[in-house]
């Protein structure tokens, strides 16, 4: 295999991360996966286990091995510490892509204690500048495809379209109204969203000091557990999260009623996000890779998101489909109440993405997965003990009516 075609997937034992590096395996790249396997230590410290039971990553690997012929490398190593083997490993693999998925990426977790608020700012802004740090000492013309959050935009209601990444604004320059474009304003809603903003700002200096060639993949909440790779033998079943701090909404909700739990809607469940299917992931991160930056191009930034929807939907739609009870809970989040979203996702559209958007028959299929393993969701973590702040009461009842909609429409960020 040429040394053009490898890359490095950093967090490829992961949620995404795993699904990934099969897809660009298949797809004949020669895959090395770099994770600490810190989020496996996580799920021991939070007492809980992926819904779907996973295998040891030597196993995952072997079996994929056995299965297809194609080696995938792994390295355990931390790449918010382990800065001078990282560097060392990339300049051994010298990959033409690196994908960064290696980061602390739940928001109620992000929010649980001053030591989980710490860790996760130490966690993804040092892993983040010491990959572009290496990137740029191995001098090779590596492109680095990062994977964001549609967070940073803010989940307040912006009044427009949320454009890629950048806002064409006018401004007046000595007496002329000019138009330019700036990156979109920061509007970080957690700790863990803050850590997106400030990677973006680490990309900005190193595209411009350094010319490093960057992807930044503002990705929605990411739903569904299969992809075509995973299904292909129960040894590389993907992770999939549920409990109160890194089960995603919609996912949630398929657990909850697989399981009997009433449906967690938090506030009013007027928040309305964007979300992706795992599958659409995959796609669209093997798209950013055969797409990268011209060299000197400014950071590229795609709208990884396929479909936008309000919470409390969600949850009338799942309760539609399996007869669950909806409850609404105090919101443990510091959150608008109400938003409206709409956003640009033109570019993964033109690269020819095919966007696989919410159907009955994929709902049916990860309700089928949750009702296949619920004997190993321990009900007493589904709700969360995190919060935004101390004085939000912790809220382990929620009641069967909505709540009254608020007085007036949040502005964004606020
Ligand atoms: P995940 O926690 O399942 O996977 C992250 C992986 O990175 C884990 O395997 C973990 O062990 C590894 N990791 C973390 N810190 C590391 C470090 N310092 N060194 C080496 N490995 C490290 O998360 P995920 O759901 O797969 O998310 C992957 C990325 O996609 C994250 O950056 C997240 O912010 C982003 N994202 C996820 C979603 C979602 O809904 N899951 C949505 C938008 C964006
Ligand atoms: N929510 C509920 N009930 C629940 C869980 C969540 O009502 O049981 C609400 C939340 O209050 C929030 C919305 O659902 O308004 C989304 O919450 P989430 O936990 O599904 O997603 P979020 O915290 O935003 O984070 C997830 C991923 C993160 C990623 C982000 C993409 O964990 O890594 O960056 O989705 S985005 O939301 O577009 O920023």
Request: aromatic share 8%.
């Given at each position: 295999?040429?040394?053009?075609e490898r890359i490095m997937v950093l967090g490829g034992d992961g949620f995404c991360g795993w699904p990934t590096a099969l897809r660009l395996s298949r797809e004949g790249y020669d895959v090395v996966i770099v994770d600490n396997l810190s989020r496996r230590k996580i799920d021991i410290e939070l007492g809980c286990e992926s819904l779907t039971p996973i295998q040891p990553i030597e196993r995952r690997l072997r079996t994929w091995e056995e299965l297809t012929g194609r080696h995938i490398a792994f390295y355990n190593l931390n790449i918010a510490e382990d800065y001078y083997e990282l560097e060392k490993l990339i300049e051994e693999v010298r990959p033409k892509a690196i994908?960064?998925?290696?980061?602390?990426?739940?928001?109620?977790?992000?929010?649980?204690?001053?030591?989980?608020?710490?860790?996760?700012?130490?966690?993804?802004?040092?892993?983040?500048?010491?990959?572009?740090?290496?990137?740029?000492?191995?001098?090779?013309?590596?492109?680095?495809?990062?994977?964001?959050?549609?967070?940073?935009?803010?989940?307040?209601?912006?009044?427009?379209?949320?454009?890629?990444?950048?806002?064409?604004?006018?401004?007046?320059?000595?007496?002329?109204?000019?138009?330019?474009?700036?990156?979109?304003?920061?509007?970080?809603?957690?700790?863990?969203?803050?850590?997106?903003?400030?990677?973006?700002?680490?990309?900005?200096?190193?595209?411009?000091?350094?010319?490093?060639?960057?992807?930044?993949?503002?990705?929605?909440?990411?739903w569904g557990t299969n992809t075509e790779e995973t299904l292909m033998h129960p040894d590389l079943i993907n992770r999939f999260d549920w409990e109160g701090d890194y089960g995603t909404v919609l996912n949630r909700f398929l657990v909850e009623a697989a399981v009997g739990h009433p449906l967690t809607v938090y506030g009013s469940g007027g928040q309305t996000r964007a979300f992706i299917?795992?599958?659409?992931?995959?796609?669209?991160?093997?798209?950013?890779?055969?797409?990268?930056?011209?060299?000197?191009?400014?950071?590229?930034?795609?709208?990884?998101?396929?479909?936008?929807?309000?919470?409390?939907?969600?949850?009338?739609l799942v309760s539609r489909l399996t007869g669950a009870e909806i409850r609404y809970y105090v919101n443990p989040r510091n959150e608008a109440p109400d938003n409206d979203l709409v956003i640009h996702n033109r570019q993964f559209l033109e690269l020819g993405l095919k966007p696989i958007t919410l159907s009955e028959g994929l709902l049916y299929e990860v309700i089928e997965v949750a009702a296949r393993y619920k004997d190993?969701?321990?009900?007493?973590?589904?709700?969360?003990?995190?919060r935004w702040r101390a004085d939000i009461p912790i809220d382990r009842e929620g009641r069967a009516q909505q709540p009254a909609p608020p007085v007036a429409p949040a502005v964004n960020g606020h």
């Open positions: 295999m040429a040394v053009s994908v960064h998925f290696a980061e602390q990426r739940a928001a109620p977790y992000s929010m649980k204690s001053p030591r989980h608020k710490r860790y996760t700012v130490d966690n993804n802004v040092n892993g983040t500048h010491n990959v572009l740090c290496a990137i740029v000492e191995s001098g090779l013309d590596i492109h680095l495809v990062h994977l964001g959050t549609m967070g940073v935009y803010g989940y307040g209601t912006a009044g427009m379209s949320i454009p890629e990444g950048y806002l064409t604004v006018k401004v007046e320059i000595d007496g002329v109204d000019r138009e330019i474009e700036i990156p979109y304003p920061p509007h970080p809603g957690s700790i863990y969203h803050m850590t997106k903003t400030l990677d973006a700002l680490l990309f900005y200096y190193y595209n411009k000091n350094d010319d490093v060639r960057i992807t930044d993949l503002h990705q929605g909440v990411v299917h795992i599958r659409d992931t995959v796609r669209c991160i093997s798209l950013a890779i055969q797409h990268p930056p011209k060299r000197k191009e400014r950071v590229k930034i795609f709208n990884q998101a396929t479909e936008t929807h309000r919470v409390r939907d969600l949850a009338q190993r969701i321990d009900m007493s973590k589904i709700l969360s003990d995190s």
